[in-house]
Structures are given as C-alpha cells and as structure tokens.
C-alpha cells in the first residue's frame, strides 16, 4: 500500500510559477514509477508528466512539455511538478499517482495508487 498527499496547489495569475508536491508513504516508493494527472471540470483525467524510479526517465504532455518539470527526491520520499509560464487552460486539480515501474506511465489506468488532488487555478 501507498499512501500519496499532494500539496502546493493555489490561486495564481498566468504568466506564474507553481510547485506541487507530492509526499509518499508505505510501500517502498523508489520502486515505483510516480505520474502527475490533471482533472479540468467537465473534463477526463489527462496525464501531465511521468518520472522513473531513478529519475532518469521523464515524459511530458505535450501541452506542457517546456513548461513544466517533474523530479523526484527517493530519500525524501516526495515528487514534484514544477509548472512555469502557467496558462489559464492548466486550471485543474492536480493529482499524483504511482504504478509499479514497467512499460508505459500515461495512461490513468496503469496506476494503482492516487492522492486526494490538489486544486490550482490560473486566473487573472
């Protein structure tokens, strides 16, 4: 079992820089690959970004590839989306998954845990 709490999320104008984290506990988390997610009311889930157990491997959306970065911390137990130049269309609630590592990271299914969300808003 893993236990996921995102934090970080707020109110922010366009053009702003957020940092969402996500803090893991239970199951032994550097064996997991660790994904963000986004909800837009009225909207599907849709993947945002996908870190490996190592860190080395990254993907992105392309809606927010240049924008935003992930990274994880495996002693710290946490992973990050840092999201720059932050658009109107990125308003959502932002979720942190985790699978086991393997073949694919940007399909919801393909993860077995989530957090609770983490609402972010870009408004002007």
């Known amino acids: 079992q893993v236990q996921l709490v995102e934090s970080g999320g707020g109110l922010v104008q366009p053009g702003s820089s957020l940092r969402l984290s996500c803090a893991a506990s239970?199951?032994?988390?550097?064996?997991?690959?660790m994904g963000w997610f986004r909800q837009a009311p009225g909207k599907e889930r849709e993947f945002v970004a996908a870190v490996g157990w190592t860190g080395g491997f990254k993907t992105y959306a392309d809606s927010v590839k240049g924008r935003f970065t992930i990274s994880r911390d495996n002693v710290k137990n946490t992973v990050y989306l840092q999201m720059n130049s932050l658009k109107p269309e990125d308003t959502a609630v932002y979720y942190c998954a985790a699978k086991p590592s393997g073949r694919g990271a940007t399909g919801p299914a393909m993860y077995e845990y989530w957090g609770q969300g983490t609402q972010v808003t870009v408004s002007s």
């Open positions: 239970g199951r032994t988390f550097s064996s997991y690959t």
